[in-house]
């Protein structure tokens, strides 16, 4: 009977070690589109235009709250608890509108959320696919079915977007995904560039959009800075920026033009290949598991005796 258990034991960790090693190659992140790529979708968001109205913000969590598992969230302040008012992307919010102010008359709202990177760290990182990157349209999306809850994305991610949710018994990863699974879907945009009244979010072909950035630039030259973020930075992404203040005062950290999922992808690779680490883990474990059991048996013998 003893032995019959063993056999059933070792039969199921075997499983679930195939289970988990079928499950456990990454994705490359250099795959799919490149930055010039006539399929890829972007987002060019104009700070010079906003007006920090957050109708942004409010679609976005609107059209994604059940997708997501999102939250309201209330200030201290708001005793009746009748506005979203994040002060901060979340486990519960995608977008989020910010302000800078350099005196009274000179200020600037800005638009934070995913970057949607031609070469996504958090795809280069994630071990287990949950983070993937749409080959034809260039989107960044998450899968909480697949997710292990590691974080590995929110460490990779060079722009600090990926957030967990820290107050949830079933926590996921929340991120902008240009909302593949809802608008972009079903009405072929984002909530946020279908709702924005000042026209500061336009959404198209991400080579079209380019264009449509330098153009502003080049015609209206005192008005922005001469510069598309999100055009080079780490490869280059699909959610561009316009603005007239200097992009770092703006949130936007200033970055190299070199992707760093290079880097991580021959750690991921080299840990990965031929399966090394998870066979050695799981044979490890087994063999802790057979001894502990040996002993039990060892030690029931002895008090039957």
Known sequence: MRSQSRRDFLKLMGITGAACLASAAPLSASTGPAADSDTAIAMLYDATKCVGCKACMSACKRVNFDQNNLAYEQLESDKDKLWDAPLDLSGNTRTVIKLYKESDTRFSFVKHSCMHCTKPGCVSACPVKAMTKDPVTGVVAYDKNSCIGCRYCQVACPYNIPRFQWDRALPQIVKCDFCKHTNLKER????????????????????????????????????????????????????????????????????????????????????????????????????????????QDKLGHTEDD
Not at 205 to 221: F, G, M, Q, T, Y
Not at 229 to 258: C, Q, R, S
Not at 275 to 285: D, E, K, Q, R, S
């Open 188 to 295: 072929g945009k984002p909530a946020c560039g279908e709702t924005c009244p000042a026209g500061a979010i336009a959404f198209g072909k991400r080579k079209d959009l380019l264009v449509e950035a330098h153009k502003r630039i080049k015609e209206n030259p005192d008005s922005y800075i001469p510069k598309v973020y999100g055009e080079k930075e780490v490869g280059g992404g699909n959610h561009l920026y316009l603005a007239a203040f200097p992009f770092k005062k703006l949130g936007l950290p200033d970055l190299k033009e070199e992707s760093p999922t290079e880097f991580s992808e021959h750690i991921q690779h080299t840990i990965y290949k031929g399966f090394i680490a998870p066979v050695a883990l799981y044979g490890t474990l087994c063999a802790i598991a057979l001894k502990n059991k040996k002993a």
